[in-house]
């Protein structure tokens, strides 16, 4: 469960303790600050199970009380808000070139965010080596502020299934990895779950969460970076089809007749309107960020070749967001990566593209937006997805377990 969509609702399966009180510590999440009768009213438990399981809660330091309210009909009631300061969630994010890492607490509030040099190695053992090493000094960071960490979980640019294997991330040269078990062997067996998924699919649950247009319950994420790929969240839940590998919108073909995409075919999504088609070619992943700031520069000076480029990717980029438009009726698609500083000179032609392609009249509601998340978003998303979990009833213990 991402997000509760029609407001937490008692359990009537088998853990209904533990079931009940996620439903309580959602409750306080999204309608903090509140009462203990608050909480009773709306998700139909009596007051003493809510007393109960609100008690449970601050002693696990989930929830603390912030004192009285006189602003309401009959006696002063002891107002309830998130706690969880001896906590943090952290997620990271594995690139062709840097790794990202963001922790956060029980609230969302940032504790850290990094970004570090990374050379994936010659192999798949170096490259894990290598994020190991990044994430046992955030572990260590978070140790000595006093904080638990409730898990990790890892972004990685390629084909994910289910069970967190990576099948297939050529831009790192990975191929049937278990990153998660490897990581967990490198960090000596943590104490916390790590889980790994698709980059797209954990920045669309930054998005969900975190971003301009959070509680979305109809939402995609396009990456912009070296590949493009979607991150879909439909009625409140990241869908990631049967085997996990749902989104690669990048190798939907638009011209048969196109350049050729290194998956092998031509006039591909990722071809035609990737980064390789703004920049004509890739430099090497150090001189990305340095190439898109000159385009950038160049499109501010009215460069007419460079405004000419960024018109024709943004026709392309259009008529790919026109096919989810279409397909799945989004409220909203968000571009992210290197398609932000880009963004005011591609979503004149993408909104062209969405008039004239999708059927329903006004694009069936689609808004086109650009990211305020930066390119933090997929390792954001991965804190996201911890916290989900423990709005889904994985809460940790009492104090006697942080560090």
Not at 392 to 400: D, T, W
């Amino acid at each position: 469960m991402i997000t509760s969509t029609t407001g937490p609702q008692p359990a009537d399966f088998a853990d209904v303790r533990a079931t009940n009180l996620a439903v309580v510590l959602r409750f306080v999440r999204e309608h903090a600050p509140c009462s203990r009768a608050d909480i009773a009213a709306s998700t139909g438990l009596n007051k003493a199970t809510v007393s109960s399981l609100v008690a449970d809660l601050i002693d696990r330091r989930l929830v603390r009380e912030t004192g009285l309210t006189e602003n309401r009909v009959g006696r002063p009631a002891t107002m309830l808000v998130l706690d969880g300061s001896p906590y943090a969630a952290i997620g990271v994010e594995i690139n062709v070139d840097h790794v990202s890492a963001v922790a956060v607490d029980l609230a969302g509030e940032r504790l850290l965010t990094w970004r570090r040099a990374f050379s994936g190695g010659d192999s798949v053992n170096q490259g894990v080596a290598g994020v190991g090493a990044i994430i046992r000094r955030v572990v260590n960071r978070m140790t000595k502020e006093e904080r638990q960490v409730l898990g990790l979980a890892v972004a990685v640019p390629g084909l994910v299934d289910v069970q967190g294997t990576v099948r297939l991330a050529p831009n790192l040269g990975w191929r049937d990895a278990d990153i998660g078990g490897d990581l967990a062997k490198a960090l000596r067996d943590p104490g916390f779950p790590i889980q790994v998924d698709n980059d797209a699919n954990l920045a669309a649950l930054a998005e969900q969460r975190f971003g301009a247009h959070s509680g979305a319950s109809d939402l995609i994420y396009l990456t912009g970076e070296i590949g493009v790929g979607a991150g879909i969240i439909l009625d409140g839940r990241l869908r990631r089809g049967r085997l996990g590998y749902s989104g690669e919108i990048g190798h939907v073909q638009l011209d048969p007749d196109g350049p050729e995409c290194h998956c092998g075919r031509r006039g591909c999504l990722e071809a035609m309107a990737g980064i390789a088609a703004v920049l004509r070619k890739i430099p090497s992943p150090a001189e990305i960020q340095i190439e898109i700031e000159e385009s950038v520069r160049l499109a501010r000076a009215g460069d007419a070749d460079t405004l000419a480029t960024l018109d024709s990717v943004g026709r392309s980029l259009g008529r790919g967001v026109a096919v989810l438009a279409n397909l799945l009726n989004p409220e909203v698609v968000i571009l992210g990566g290197y398609y932000v500083p880009l963004a005011p000179w591609l979503l004149p032609a993408v909104h062209d593209e969405l008039s004239d392609r999708v059927i329903a009249a006004e694009a069936g509601g689609c808004q086109v937006v650009a990211s305020t998340l930066g390119h933090d978003a997929a390792a954001l998303g991965g804190a996201a997805r911890v916290l989900d979990s423990i709005d889904s009833g994985r809460l940790p213990g009492g104090l006697s377990r942080i560090p």
